[in-house]
Nanobody, 121 residues
Framework: QVQLVESGGGLVQPGGSLRLSCAASGSIFSINVMGWYRQAPGKQRELVAGITRGGLPDYADFVEGRFTISRENAKNAVYLQMNSLKPEDTAVYYC???????????????WGRGTQVTVSS
């Protein structure tokens, strides 16, 4: 089985920065796309950023150049550097990865349990 564990969330003031980390562990053969999603109270979960195995990123429009997604394949890890944070960025941030396990011919998406990001003055 696969486990995804996020870290790096916390409370910051508007304009502040946070760096989220996510590491995958288990009987992993390969990891394709990885990404970060977020869910604010009363809202649907939405994609923040994704990144291909080769490092090609994609961002939601609301990021507006403030965030950078990266990955370290040797560590099965993905990161999200968040700068110029706004109160509307407040949400639980979830790591997601499309993973093929050892012995499998296909992969599936796996989720972390999330890390809270709160942006407030």
């Amino acid at each position: 089985q696969v486990q995804l564990v996020e870290s790096g969330g916390g409370l910051v003031q508007p304009g502040g920065s946070l760096r989220l980390s996510c590491a995958a562990s288990g009987s992993i053969f390969s990891i394709n796309v990885m990404g970060w999603y977020r869910q604010a109270p009363g809202k649907q979960r939405e994609l923040v950023a994704g990144i291909t195995r080769g490092g090609l990123p994609d961002y939601a429009d609301f990021v507006e150049g403030r965030f950078t997604i990266s990955r370290e394949n040797a560590k099965n890890a993905v990161y999200l550097q968040m700068n110029s944070l706004k109160p509307e960025d407040t949400a639980v941030y979830y790591c997601n990865a499309h993973i093929t396990l050892r012995g499998q011919l296909y992969g599936d998406h796996y989720w972390g349990r999330g890390t809270q990001v709160t942006v407030s003055s």
